[in-house]
């Protein structure tokens, strides 16, 4: 059993940048897959980011590739998403998610534990 909870949200101005954190308990964080996932209001919940659990390949959606970098510290059970030159549209409740043995896959279905998310907000 995992438990994720997810900080570092808040407002931005477009260009700005944000380090969102997602705490882990539990035993075994270092098996886990990891992603990042976020949803608009009215919009379904989307892929950003994912990282696998052994060889610490990552992949990105096509919209954040260049801004944004996951990365995970096993020591401290935590993996982050770094926000770089944000912008308005990447407004939403940013979601981190961990799979056993996971390869940091697109589709939500895959995950089986979730953080609560947390609001980021990107003014123009």
Known sequence: QVQLVESGGGL????????????????HFSSYGL???RQAPGKEREFVAGMTWNTGMSSYTDSVKGRFT????NAK????LQMNSLKPEDTAVYY???EYYGQGATAPKTYDYWGQGTQ?????
């Open 96 to 98: 981190c998610a961990a």
């Open 70 to 73: 996951i990365s995970r510290d």
């Open 77 to 80: 059970n935590t993996g982050y």
């Open 120 to 124: 980021v907000t990107v003014s123009s």
């Open 35 to 37: 992603g990042w996932f």
């Open 12 to 27: 931005v101005q477009a260009g700005g940048s944000l380090r969102l954190s997602c705490a882990a308990s539990g035993r």
